[in-house]
């Protein structure tokens, strides 16, 4: 069964540092997005994208923040230069565009020191 | 603010009872999704409903859209059912999730 899969599986970096964590969405999806858990905290919508735009971010997706599908594969997030707060859980999450159901990667832990 | 709130918070149970999760949520809603988050840190998505009731092996999901609320119900657990059950809500299609605190369930043997 496909799925979405995401690296590194656990990424550790300095603040001030810029880190890229990589998915690849499922083949046929068209919609992506990005969320990320601090620990012990709830999921939170970082960012969406279709059609090879943002269609909708949060206030956490700030300038810091950026994503790119850069050869039709692949779905990145770039954070420019991490800050402790950084630290979390990211997922990314694809779907069709014929259903609301998200199929989630199993994730990233980012620590920053 | 709040948009999706679950209770309990944390549940144990001893295996072989019925569990209930359940979720409420405060905005218009396209759909009402139900995950399983694995002590890994694994998402799975369970179920999504926009009316009415939903049911996968012994899981049960119901919605009242009037009420604005949700069940999750789990008969005859299992120790393999303990997980975090995340509920989350689409508010437009496409749209991003909202999501609950989730319910840490603990399936005792």
């Known amino acids: 069964e496909p799925e979405v899969t995401q690296t590194p599986s656990h990424q550790v970096t300095q603040m001030g540092q810029e880190v890229i964590l990589r998915c690849v969405p499922i083949?046929?999806?068209?919609?992506f997005y990005w969320y990320r858990q601090i620990l012990g905290q709830k999921v939170e919508f970082l960012v969406s994208f279709y059609n090879n735009e943002i269609s909708e971010k949060s206030e956490i997706f700030d300038d810091q923040f950026s994503v790119e599908r850069p050869d039709g594969s692949n779905f990145t997030l770039k954070i420019r230069s991490t800050k402790l707060e950084d630290s979390a859980m990211y997922f990314c999450?694809?779907?069709?565009?014929?259903?609301?159901?998200?199929?989630f990667g199993p994730g990233t832990r980012l620590t920053v020191l | 603010k709040n948009e999706v709130e679950q209770s309990p918070q944390n549940l144990t149970a001893q295996e072989g009872e019925f569990i209930t999760i359940n979720c409420s949520y405060s905005?218009?809603?396209?759909?009402l999704h139900w995950l399983q988050q694995h002590p890994g840190g694994g998402i799975v998505s369970l179920f999504m409903l926009s009316s009415g009731k939903k049911k996968h092996g012994r899981l049960i999901a119901t919605i009242n859209i009037q009420e604005k609320h949700s069940s999750l119900h789990i008969t005859a657990s299992h120790p393999r059912d303990s997980a975090v059950y995340i509920c989350?809500?689409?508010?437009?299609?496409?749209?991003?999730?909202?999501f609950g605190t989730g319910t840490s369930l603990t399936v005792i043997p």
């Open positions: 989350a809500v689409s508010r437009d299609t496409g749209n991003q999730f909202y």
């Open positions: 905005v218009g809603i396209s759909a």
């Open positions: 083949s046929n999806h068209l919609y």
């Open positions: 999450a694809s779907r069709t565009g014929m259903s609301d159901t998200q199929y």
